[in-house]
């Protein structure tokens, strides 16, 4: 080969690698769920009578699926059915208003089951090797159930096998672990139905090519890591013409979430239609975000929240959706489930228990119990909450 062929088949390269690397980098940026796990998009909107149809045939199709028990054991637990039984609840963090209304609900359901005593603890960041060492701490204090958030699904777990190798019982709840360690997990809405929400919420109020970014806490927190992947799934399904633009990682800190929204600002300008906050940290910041830029009503802001600290952008017009489920249901349904194991009243192959004022939730994915749909707060209505 000629010095002359050389250097122009290597300009050639450096060429091609320049029109390459973009596109890697923005599949990078995008960042889909980052797991291996199948999505299951719901069906694309339709008209309000075909939505009633296909909601009926969906609720069918999933009770006549229903998947084996694939949780975990609490080896030789003690018999404590009716008696009063201790429990530690570990959230991915304390000091948020989130996890304060999970303890809410927490409280609410021991008082009113007068038999359980239940106390959040947990560290103040969302970090992974703090709540292990949490866990075990109270492991060694012969807890009689342990309740979690998972901050990492994988390395959670086999702390939380060590509790249930010890007779502890273990529910999850709001961020799950790997299936076998723990017994059952609570989930406030499922994967597909938070993505639908969100993805149907952006469209109606962008256009269906709007372009978005989004604010999570890490890209190993399992719930937003599955909410992700299945709003991308559906996108591509129903509206192909939407833009992922990037996924920013913030930790559950509210400086961070708002410098990391107004980068993306910055970065993408006219191009960002909307912003996803992924975290109830996340959400209220993105909006500040786009309030102290000048852009409500040019860059939509969308997420899951609680309503008191999104009251300010909803009631000035900043913000048109707020999507969630009530989190201080989830904790209480957390304890009832907790109770119904000790009491044996919640056993592998049951397709439902009973939970208070919740009434009778149905267990789905073999060894998960659904609090409900998704809940989309507006302005007709957020004021009707309060935590």
Request: with cysteine; glycine share 8%.
């Amino acid at each position: 080969m000629s010095k002359k062929t050389f250097l122009l088949m290597t300009v050639l390269v450096l060429m091609l690698a320049l029109f390459i690397a973009p596109a890697g980098a923005q599949d990078e940026d995008r960042w889909d769920g980052a797991d291996d796990l199948d999505v299951n998009p719901l069906a694309c909107p339709m008209m309000d009578g075909e939505e009633e149809m296909a909601e009926e045939d969906m609720a069918d199709e999933e009770m006549m699926e229903m998947p084996e028990y694939d949780g975990g054991v609490a080896v030789d637990a003690p018999d404590l059915a009716g008696q009063d039984i201790v429990l530690v609840d570990v959230p991915k963090l304390i000091g948020i208003g989130y996890f304060a209304a999970t303890t809410q609900g927490m409280q609410e359901a021991a008082e009113e089951l007068g038999n359980v005593t239940v106390t959040t603890d947990g560290p103040t960041e969302a970090n992974i090797d703090d709540q292990i060492q949490f866990i075990d701490n109270y492991i060694t204090q012969d807890v009689d159930g342990i309740l979690f958030a998972a901050n990492d699904p994988v390395a959670i777990a086999p702390i939380l096998r060590r509790a249930l190798e010890e007779g502890i019982h273990v529910v999850g709840y709001d961020a799950n672990s790997e299936p076998d360690a723990r017994e059952w997990f609570v989930n406030q809405a499922e994967f597909n139905g938070i993505a639908k929400a969100m993805i149907d919420s952006l469209a109606s109020e962008m256009g269906e090519d709007a372009s978005f970014g989004i604010v999570t806490s890490t890209f190993t927190t399992p719930n937003q890591a599955r909410w992700i992947a299945e709003m991308w799934a559906y996108a591509g399904e129903c509206y192909p013409d939407m833009t992922w633009l990037e996924t920013v990682e913030a930790q559950e800190d509210a400086t961070l979430s708002f410098n990391q929204a107004t980068t993306l600002i910055n970065k993408y300008g006219e191009d960002l239609d909307g912003l996803f906050g992924m975290t109830s940290v996340a959400t209220p910041a993105s909006a500040d975000a786009v309030t102290q830029a000048g852009l409500c009503g040019e860059v939509a802001v969308i997420g899951l929240a609680t309503p008191n600290p999104m009251k300010p952008y909803v009631n000035d017009g900043c913000v048109q959706n707020v999507v969630l489920w009530n989190p201080i249901d989830l904790g209480y349904a957390a304890v009832y489930v907790m109770r119904a194991i000790v009491d044996g009243e919640l056993q592998p192959g049951d397709a439902s228990v009973m939970a208070g004022r919740l009434g009778e939730l149905m267990v789905v994915n073999g060894s998960e119990i659904l609090l409900g749909l998704p809940y989309v707060f507006t302005a007709e209505d957020i004021n009707d909450f309060d935590f």
